[in-house]
């Protein structure tokens, strides 16, 4: 089959740019260390999450060391159980586990200005981990269509700083 | 509201019809996709088949396939190599991993 | 190359048959076809009208510039219309025309049955019908059909019974046209034993076998899981699984629209430019490729899904940013038949050459800027391929942003610009309203630019895509580049000029509907020139499409296999949710 030299150069060319986008990615997960979501959650019960072992009570837990949190959020329509009708709360310089499940339909748990940002499906635990250095607020939006209320889900996450986060009175 | 959007969008899409119909109905011989000659003979008018235009001259001549060397594809498609692996870089580097917390899994 | 016309006096033969204009327009040649494609054209450019008329109002609700017309619950409504009537009927009712016409004139013949075709035409008209009511009993109370359920219907959202059932009604009618098609090729095939397949047959064979393994995710979802669940013969779907099985066809339905476009770039779009196909056999490898690597990418729809493990989500990223070769190579052969072009027409230099192409003729204006514009939404593409960086976008306006410039340009573009070639040659009308069709395609590449690039900035910011209000209390956006108001602004100007760019097609399409058959003879002609390097030079192999459906079926089953298999292992109804209805 006759193929033009200019072909055989863009061939090996676009193979490279594959290459380099694939390298780049890998070099993310592995290098960087940035995990997705997946099945580590397990699955939890479609309507009742907290009936279910892996899902707790919503709210700010102690985690499995010192300086790290897991933080139980359900989404609803339309709220995030805790983050809407209160802040989620964490200090700042730790490391923060967010487990998070929906009650009803899909929806969205994105913070608003950062990469974690997720789908929360009922019958499944999302497992998203992040570090916390600089005390800041942030906002949470639902991203995925969730019904007539959709755009009014909404919520917010305070890393404050260390000295402000009162442990006894904030975690469960 | 909604209603008097529709009857609006319907009204025009009425006075687009009745342009089309006023203007659009008689043959117009301004520019066109060819510049070749309108002739048809009178069998081809009174059958009322329609038939394509004349073909171009260009396009019935074979063609050697070393002849040409597309150098404008290949100077393009550098420049788009070069800003697709620059803006990767950037997007990857510095929008994705220098964004906010970290992400750890 | 052993072609005819290498001998002189039959090429000088064959030549002057060709220029003396006798060769009978496509209406009265193929009758059928014509008939079909006219059909076809008909509900496409019509689902199109509809489309863009919700998609404005929906950018201006959006953005906050006019929230008059809709309340925000009913922007849903507005945006599964949107969604739906776009995505899918224009696009796909516009290439059951196109692949209709490009049957028929490659095979040199018309279609077997009339009746038949008519009928798979009627079977998809009706289900685009029944699922058009559903959505839009959604804006009447007073009618209990609703289907907010957006273009993606993911469970355990619910809509009304009927919106599933003209689902799957119009999806049957798409399978009858591919049937059809497959049927005129094999009538082709025993009347030309050896031959090598004509490169728009080729290129429709390949598309239709890629939509049948496509299609069954989206069916077994429809058929097996959400229509009963509407209908309450189940009470609860597991909403991973029938999301899987949505996104199982959901990746390769994009090529089911960009099929089309790349058919007119690789077969058409050289003969406007003056020029000729750079290579056959490259655009054959080209289809191939889609045909093999199309359906076993749809992971990469579900990063950010938990219960799917991220080594499955990393092997759909490798495999869709292999998927980007084939798109790569169309660059390489589309741009290389028009410089072809360009060079016969006097362009000289390495990018002067560019001024001497035919911009004025609107059917070539329309298809490169649609190219120009693929070129930049590809790279969006990327990004959101790049399993870990999707993190950054996913879900945000970076999406939709992303789409406008491949379906909604390069898809939707090149569909105006063909027709603006192909509907006067199956009408057998000449073109009404040039002028109005010459700046058509400028005005919708200016309203694509404005409103995808500030679409891609507000996603980069974090605004979410789906929304009817994303203006929120708690906080506020922080834009990188630009000001989130400054992109507001872009959005709605940049949806108002693409709907004049939509209505502005619509009228020259109607005006030439209604025009009077011309006198004799059509401005343009269906001749397509002979390709640069011809297909005799390729391998058989390419054509062997039982071959390569093998291919395909084994990578879906690498790629689908155990995660379907662990979906359904704890049953196929667990975890148990119950519907939603909205």
């Known amino acids: 089959m006759h193929v033009h030299r200019f072909e055989r150069i863009w061939l090996v060319g676009s193979l490279l740019l594959i290459a380099l986008f694939v390298a780049t990615v890998t070099y993310g997960a592995v290098g960087a260390g940035y995990g997705m979501v997946d099945a580590g959650g397990g699955q939890v019960d479609g309507t009742d999450p907290t009936a279910s072992e892996n899902f707790r009570e919503p709210g700010v837990y102690n985690g499995s060391e010192e300086g790290h949190y897991d933080v139980y959020v359900e989404t609803q329509r339309f709220l995030f159980v805790p983050g809407t009708n209160e802040p989620i709360r964490v200090p700042a310089n730790s490391t923060v586990t967010f487990h998070v499940t929906s009650s009803d339909v899909l929806h969205g748990f994105e913070v608003v200005g950062t990469n974690i940002n997720t789908m929360t499906v009922p019958g499944q635990k999302a497992m998203v981990t992040a570090e916390f250095d600089e005390p800041a607020e942030y906002g949470i939006v639902c991203n995925e269509y969730c019904g007539s209320g959709h755009h009014t889900m909404e919520g917010s996450l305070q890393v404050v700083p260390p000295s402000e986060f009162n442990e006894t009175s904030e975690v469960q | 509201m909604l209603l008097l959007t529709t009857a609006i969008g319907l009204g025009v899409t009425a006075g687009?019809?009745?342009l089309s119909y006023r203007f659009g109905w008689h043959d117009r011989s301004d520019t066109s996709f060819e510049s070749h000659g309108d002739e048809r003979t009178d069998t081809q008018r009174a059958a009322g088949v329609m038939?394509?235009?004349?073909?171009?001259?260009?396009?019935?001549e074979s063609v050697d396939h070393d002849a040409f060397d597309p150098v404008g594809t290949a100077t393009l498609l550098a420049l788009y190599f070069a800003v697709v692996s620059l803006t990767w870089l950037f997007m990857y580097f510095v929008e994705f991993l220098d964004n906010g917390p970290t992400v750890i899994g | 190359m052993a072609h005819?016309?290498?001998?002189p006096t039959s090429e000088n033969r064959a030549q002057s048959e060709l220029t003396a204009g006798n060769r009978v327009a496509f209406v009265d040649q193929y009758p059928t076809a014509a008939r079909v494609t006219r059909l076809c054209f008909g509900v496409s450019f019509t689902a199109l009208l509809i489309g863009a008329v919700l998609g404005i109002v929906q950018a201006l609700h959006r953005?906050?510039?006019?929230?008059?017309?809709?309340?925000s619950v009913d922007y849903y409504t507005v945006l599964t219309g949107h969604g739906v009537l776009l995505a899918l009927f224009f696009t796909i009712f516009f290439l059951s025309g196109v692949f209709s016409w490009g049957v028929a004139r490659s095979l040199g013949r018309d279609l077997l049955s009339r009746r038949f075709s008519l009928f798979w035409f009627g079977l998809q008209l009706a289900g685009a019908t029944a699922v058009a009511l559903a959505i839009f009993g959604g804006f009447v109370g007073e009618i209990p059909f609703e289907a907010d359920v957006l273009y993606t219907f993911y469970a355990p959202l619910q809509a009304h019974p009927l919106f599933y059932a003209g689902l799957a009604a119009w999806l049957v009618g798409t399978w009858l046209a591919g049937a059809d098609w497959i049927r005129l090729y094999l009538h082709w095939r025993r009347d030309n034993g050896g031959e090598r397949i004509p490169l728009q047959t080729f290129m429709v064979l390949t598309t239709t076998l890629m939509w049948y393994i496509a299609t069954i995710g989206v069916a077994v979802e429809v058929l097996v899981f959400l229509l009963p669940l509407s209908l309450g013969l189940i009470d609860s779907v597991d909403p991973l699984l029938t999301r899987t099985l949505f996104w199982y066809f959901g990746h390769p339905v994009v090529y089911f629209w960009l099929m089309p476009a790349y058919f007119a770039w690789y077969t058409i779009l050289p003969k406007l430019a003056g020029g000729r196909l750079f290579s056959d056999p490259l655009a054959r490898v080209v289809f191939v490729l889609f045909l093999i690597l199309s359906t076993p990418v749809g992971f990469h729809h579900q990063y950010a899904d938990p219960g799917i493990a991220e080594g499955f989500k990393f092997v759909a990223m490798t495999n869709t940013m292999f998927l980007l070769l084939p798109s790569f190579l169309t660059a390489f052969?589309?741009?290389?038949?028009?410089?072809?072009g360009a060079?016969?027409?006097?362009?000289?230099?390495?990018?002067?050459?560019?001024?001497?192409?035919?911009?004025?003729?609107?059917?070539?204006a329309g298809c490169a800027l649609a190219g120009l514009m693929f070129a930049a939404g590809g790279f969006s593409g990327i990004v959101n391929?790049?399993?870990n960086i999707n993190s950054l976008i996913h879900n945000t306006l970076w999406v939709p942003g992303h789409f406008h410039l491949t379906v909604g340009t390069a898809s939707a573009l090149t569909m105006m610009a063909i027709s603006y070639w192909l509907y006067p040659q199956v009408t057998g009308k000449r073109l009404q309203f040039y002028g109005?069709?010459?700046?058509?395609?400028?005005?919708?590449?200016?309203?694509?630019?404005?409103?995808?690039n500030a679409m891609h900035r507000a996603g980069l910011a974090g605004v979410p895509r789906r929304t009817a209000e994303p203006q929120y209390q708690q906080f506020s956006f922080e834009a990188v580049f630009g000001s989130v108001p400054e992109m507001r602004l872009q959005i709605a100007a940049g949806a108002l000029l693409l709907t004049i760019g939509a209505l502005l097609f619509v009228t020259v399409m109607v005006g030439t509907w209604l025009a009077e058959r011309g006198r004799g003879r059509l401005r343009v002609d269906s001749h397509l020139p002979e390709p640069i390097s011809g297909v005799s030079d390729s391998p058989r192999v390419l054509d062997n499409m039982k071959l390569w459906v093998v291919v395909a079926v084994v990578l879906v089953a690498i790629a689908y296999g155990f995660p379907i298999y662990s979906m359904l292992a704890d049953g196929a109804f667990n975890p148990a949710v119950p519907p939603v209805p909205v």
């Open chain 2, 16 to 18: 687009i019809l009745l």
């Open chain 2, 51 to 60: 038939y394509e235009s004349s073909v171009a001259e260009s396009e019935t």
């Open chain 3, 4 to 7: 005819a016309h290498d001998d």
């Open chain 3, 63 to 71: 953005t906050n510039v006019f929230r008059g017309v809709i309340s």
């Open chain 3, 333 to 340: 052969t589309a741009v290389a038949s028009i410089e072809y």
């Open chain 3, 343 to 364: 060079r016969q027409r006097g362009g000289k230099g390495y990018l002067r050459w560019m001024t001497a192409l035919p911009w004025s003729n609107p059917a070539f």
């Open chain 3, 385 to 387: 391929a790049g399993m």
């Open chain 3, 436 to 452: 109005l069709a010459q700046i058509q395609p400028y005005v919708w590449f200016i309203g694509m630019a404005l409103m995808s």
